[in-house]
């Protein structure tokens, strides 16, 4: 884990190379509170936690005046009552009984949850997602739901070797969020593609991503124990 110094230069390094392009989230799984919460005074608006547990574990101790929290990891529909009143996006919707269960606990608590759909755009079968082919009827799917607002797609790409980037699925990623957000059956506005994370954000950005998922590259190795 880096030092408070390192995280601040990070941020700093990383919001120039954005120069306003996209909207940096900060990956916080496995980061303390206090680290957090630097990294909010040094300008992070936005972080996203990918468990449940765990961001109901720090969730007390964030500084949440200025910080909006998504959900971006793979969410048990069982957990999702845990969340529903603590987050203000849930990112990785990757399939219907999700999405129903959101839609659930919305009604409950008299709220509107901004979703984005997760496609699985590498096809890959161990991970989660929609496949890229089923995107266009998961996306309609969605937007019936009435207290769902979908806001966009996100993807994480298959882990490639170094120096060879995702840029292919990035591309296939951009043409779907485009044909999605071009054929929209309401008027909720589907503005965000949220993709690259810390090996791969300059060329997500280049692809036409708007927000990226940024852990490692400002907070260092993490350490799961
Ligand atoms: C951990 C995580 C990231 C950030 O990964 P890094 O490689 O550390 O930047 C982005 N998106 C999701 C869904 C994650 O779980």
Redesign the pocket.
């Known amino acids: 884990m880096n030092t408070q110094i390192e995280v601040a230069n990070n941020i700093e390094k990383i919001k120039a190379e954005l120069n306003g392009r996209a909207r940096l989230l900060a990956?916080t799984?496995t980061v303390p509170p206090e680290m957090i919460n630097f990294a909010i005074d040094c300008g992070i608006d936005l972080i996203?936690e990918?468990r449940v547990n765990e961001l109901l574990e720090k969730y007390p101790f964030i500084n949440r005046s200025r910080t909006e929290i998504h959900f971006?990891?793979a969410l048990q529909t069982n957990k999702v009552k845990y969340i529903i009143d603590k987050v203000d996006m849930i990112q990785?919707v990757d399939r219907e009984s999700l999405a129903l269960e959101i839609e659930r606990q919305a009604a409950k608590h008299n709220l509107v949850m901004p979703i984005l759909a997760e496609i699985n755009i590498g096809k890959e079968e161990t991970k989660s997602g929609i496949a890229p082919e089923e995107a266009a009827r998961f996306c309609g799917f969605l937007q019936s739901l009435p207290h769902l607002k979908l806001k966009g797609l996100m993807a994480?790409p298959p882990k490639c070797e170094k120096n060879r980037n995702n840029g292919e699925y990035f591309c296939k990623m951009q043409k779907i969020f485009i044909d999605i957000s071009h054929q929209n059956v309401d008027n909720s506005i589907m503005d965000i593609l949220s993709l690259g994370?810390?090996?791969d954000y300059l060329s997500a950005v280049e692809n036409g991503s708007n927000l990226v998922?940024?852990?490692?590259?400002i907070f260092g190795k993490?350490n799961y124990n």
Not at 213 to 217: N, Q, T, W, Y
């Open positions: 990956a799984k996203g990918n971006i990891g990785s994480i994370m810390s090996d998922r940024v852990g490692s590259a993490r």
